[in-house]
């Protein structure tokens, strides 16, 4: 049975630093995509940054851009989220999620969106509560 869990969520004051982290069980890793989400009260759920397998692409969402970082230790297959420069409006729900990695078209191209769309991710942690005072 595949298990992603989330730790490492809390309450920190704005401009400090904190890292998420997601083990998974049950199968390894080490081809899939792996990504966060996020979502805060009354809004949808958004995509953060993202991984692919080799670690040789990421990407992440404009308005994390600079201040997170994603990242894989395949041997333990663990993944985190460190989060520098916390402001209020990152104060959300983290999820980790895993994918497949999106099938280039014949030019070998893959759009960021594949990375972003939560719909192309199958396995889901539950989630830790981030929550940034200002």
């Known amino acids: 049975q595949v298990q992603l869990v989330e730790s490492g969520g809390g309450l920190v004051q704005a401009g400090a630093s904190l890292r998420v982290s997601c083990v998974a069980s049950?199968?390894?890793?080490?081809?899939?995509?792996l990504g966060w989400f996020r979502q805060a009260p009354g809004k949808e759920r958004e995509f953060v940054a993202a991984?692919?397998?080799?670690?040789?692409?990421?990407d992440y969402a404009d308005s994390v851009k600079g201040r997170f970082t994603i990242s894989r230790d395949q041997a333990k297959n663990m993944f985190y989220l460190q989060m520098n420069s916390l402001k209020p409006e990152d104060t959300a729900v983290y999820y980790c999620?895993?994918?497949?990695?999106?099938?280039?078209?014949?030019?070998?191209?893959?759009?960021?969106?594949?990375?972003?769309?939560?719909?192309?991710?199958?396995?889901w942690g539950q989630g830790t509560q981030v929550t940034v005072s200002s």
């Open positions: 999620a895993v994918r497949d990695l999106p099938v280039p078209d014949r030019t070998g191209f893959v759009p960021s969106s594949d990375y972003e769309d939560e719909d192309g991710y199958y396995y």
């Open positions: 049950g199968r390894t890793f080490s081809t899939s995509v």
């Open positions: 991984i692919s397998g080799s670690r040789a692409y990421t």
